[in-house]
DNA sequence: GGGCTCGTCCCCCAATCGGGGGAGAGCGGG
DNA sequence: CCCGCTCTCCCCCGATTGGGGGACGAGCCC
């Protein structure tokens, strides 16, 4: 088995810097923490000059976002991979995260053997999500590829509003939708109003970018 | 640990069921092979009549579809899961398997404890995929997330009416793209203009649509 | 220089939409 | 039996949007 995985940590916790070391410690032959940082900037700083093949981040960086660093860091150091380690196990960070050009997000409970397997598996170029999250993740992914979404916190709507408010995404007009659903235009607003008292918008397309993104709408 | 798993073996070959047998066997506390079927007809039968935890099906049964016995059963017994083995590694195959209702995908290179260690997840109501292919389908998913389809011919839009149609999405009003973007709104109104007739569309919401639909916007 | 696209801005007018009100029918729970 | 909710439909009015026109400067290519 050939040269170690060059790993730089970044967290801003001491601890939990010690803890990786520490955990990673033990093996020396497949993984070398070469360097460690703090903060976003010595992060940065870091990775530009070492280049390392893998950035191992927490999501939460203190104020500043671990998602920002990463994107610097794949534009700026492309053959330096970020991981993402982190304590919310929601598909939606791990979303975020490899939209950011993330090679992997992890959870803060794996163990030694698993995270230098992970390295190493993120080293040669694949892309790693925790297992349960990958699960979910693949769920998800089957649903869309399916047209279908996810039925997320409905908002209390009713029947008629989430048919109208699936039209409204497609982009119908009041018209279009009244006639589809064999109403009067009127209903249809009436509905509409409704629904963006429900929303919480004050117009149709605040309204689609709500469903779309809360995943409303069967 | 409560009970064992309670579990039916599907496959047209004698040889993978006197395989799977075996590696089960081992681990006869937490997983029971309760039944064995070689056909369709024959597992359907099986599959009313036990009412297994779980069931261990190939996806490639014979002439027949492994898909079209996962729907039966899903329809017919919902209390038993049924989890593909397979040696197919495609994201499609999952993404079909899923959808016809199946708690799980694994390939035909996992090993004992691993596979029992599985059922047991499956039979919990988790939904489990082979973490290759799991990670895999996260990326897929993420980019669905993102609108990012077939990263279709751009419409040849312009680098403004991107912008302004990104905020459009966001559900942006007129005035609110004029605001953000430091322009007055007869601007974005002439952008929008535009943007309606490369997208093809009469109004904001089915430009909406369609910029979802096909993952124009940055 | 002439032609081209892009980005900015303007006017006008009609269509659509959003928000306020109200009202009647049906249905289920208390 | 009455209350609350849903679904249906109506009117009015102001705000917003869509579609047509045109204009002007900057930049690019030939």
């Not at 500043?64 to 993402?84: A, H, K, M, N, Y």
């Not at 694949?126 to 979910?136: C, K, N, S």
Request: hydrophobic letters at 45%.
């Amino acid at each position: 088995m050939s040269v170690p995985v060059r790993v730089v940590l970044v967290d801003d916790h001491e601890m939990i810097l010690a803890g990786l070391q520490a955990m990673l410690a033990g093996f020396a032959g497949r993984v070398r923490v070469v360097g460690q940082a703090g903060t976003g900037d010595e992060a940065a700083r870091l990775v530009t000059a070492l280049r390392p093949d893998v950035v191992l981040l927490d999501v939460r960086l203190g104020p500043e976002s671990g998602l920002d660093l990463c994107r610097l860091i794949t534009g700026r150091v492309p053959e330096s991979r970020v991981v993402f380690l982190s304590v919310y196990d929601d598909e939606q960070y791990v979303f975020e995260a490899l939209r950011a050009g993330a090679g992997g997000y992890l959870l803060k409970r794996v163990d030694g053997p698993e995270l230098v397997r992970r390295l190493e598996e993120v080293a040669r170029g694949e892309t790693v999500v925790d297992p349960t999250l990958a699960g979910r993740m693949a769920v998800t992914a089957a649903r869309l590829t399916r047209g279908e979404f996810w039925p997320g916190a409905n908002r209390g709507l009713t029947q008629r509003e989430s048919e109208v408010l699936s039209l409204l995404v497609g982009g119908l007009s009041n018209k279009a939708i009244a006639a589809r659903l064999v109403l009067s235009e009127e209903t249809v607003k009436s509905h509409l109003r409704a629904l963006y008292r429900k929303l919480e918008v004050t117009d149709r397309s605040a309204a689609i970018a709500v469903a779309l993104r809360e995943g409303l709408f069967r």
